[in-house]
């Protein structure tokens, strides 16, 4: 919390989905951030988050981050994209140094396989040159590269 403080503080919490969410009601209290979470991914120990977002189309936060609902691992999961560089996947999208691709938990999809597809496949309109999951690997590469990775990623997913 002190290198926090140091650079600042925290204006907002973005929580991409009702996993691992830890102590975000401590931190929220410390700071007096707002925190934001997709309305379908609110339960009983997130009912107090302050911006609670609904619906399936991206959200413009600020000129430079844009929130993109991509349900599949949960029924509320999003991703956070900043500058058109960095996505910020949550448990949506890593990279598989097993693979050797992007790739998608299967094993730990929460809501809906299928979903979590069509999602993808919305997401790979997207420019981005970073993938900073929550779990597993990052990966980076020029956004064409990108494009032709996530492309791959959803054949991938479509044969599970």
Known sequence: MKQLEAMGGIQYMYLTHKDD???HEK???HFGCERILHKDDITEKTQGVESQL?????IE???DLLIIPVPGHTKGHTVLLY??????????????SYLNHLYAFHRFCWY??????????KLAHYPFQWVLPGHGRRYSNEQEIIKQEMENC???????
């Open 27 to 29: 931190f929220a209290n």
């Open 61 to 63: 936060l600020t000129s």
């Open 112 to 121: 809906d396989w299928s979903e979590q597809i069509m999602s993808m496949k």
């Open 83 to 96: 500058k058109k560089t960095y996505l910020f996947a949550g448990d949506h999208l890593a990279f598989s």
């Open 54 to 58: 609904s619906g399936d189309d991206p």
């Open 21 to 23: 969410i830890a102590d």
């Open 154 to 160: 959803i054949k991938w997913m479509e044969s599970q």
